[in-house]
């Protein structure tokens, strides 16, 4: 199996608004984090696997916590198309599974956050398709896989979303009835 960035430095990123980022970081610390730094959009922090599923897990106020898999220069939509393609989704993304891409992109090259979660895509696609012979489908809305590309400054980090989605809608509305007619 691969060893992916955050194996490496046991670093994650925890998504959270600005005026809300100290009593975020008052949290993770109660919840075990070690090494927290403040950070653009968020938190950076230390923790081994079992206290990071406890953040996870236990959090009221992050949106997002991102596991980062990789990070690289990307200088060009070329460039980050074939970053992305050497990474191994193949031990991300199993068989029938599907995925979905959010992106933010800011002071880059690469200035359109939607363009670049499209190269993304057909990145994966392709790889995908070279290695299984059949590429996974994309769904926005109840994806297996979650994945964030962050492009800053010419470089782009890709994360593996923890969360499931936007930390928020955790349990909300999971079974609905119908509206009744007035």
Known sequence: MTEFRYHKTGLFYAQIS???????????????AQEIQLDYRGVLFHAD???????????????????????FDALSEDMLYQRIKTM??????????????????????????RFAAQKMKDSIWDRLREKR????????K????????????????????LSGGS???????????DAPLM
């Open 142 to 161: 109840n994806p297996d896989v979650w994945l964030n590309l962050f492009i800053n400054k010419n470089k782009a980090t890709v994360s593996l979303d």
């Open 88 to 113: 191994k989704w193949e031990e991300i993304i199993k068989p029938g599974q599907t995925f979905a891409i959010f992106a933010n992109v800011g002071n880059s090259k690469i200035n359109h956050s």
């Open 49 to 71: 696997m079992v206290t990071l599923f406890k953040i996870v897990y236990r959090s009221r106020l992050f949106s997002r916590f991102l596991a980062p898999l990789h990070r």
């Open 133 to 140: 012979g059949e590429r996974p489908d994309i769904d926005t």
């Open 18 to 32: 600005e005026e809300a980022k100290t009593l975020g970081v008052n949290e993770l610390k109660e919840l075990g």
């Open 167 to 177: 930390h928020h809608k955790r349990g909300y509305r999971q079974e609905s009835v």
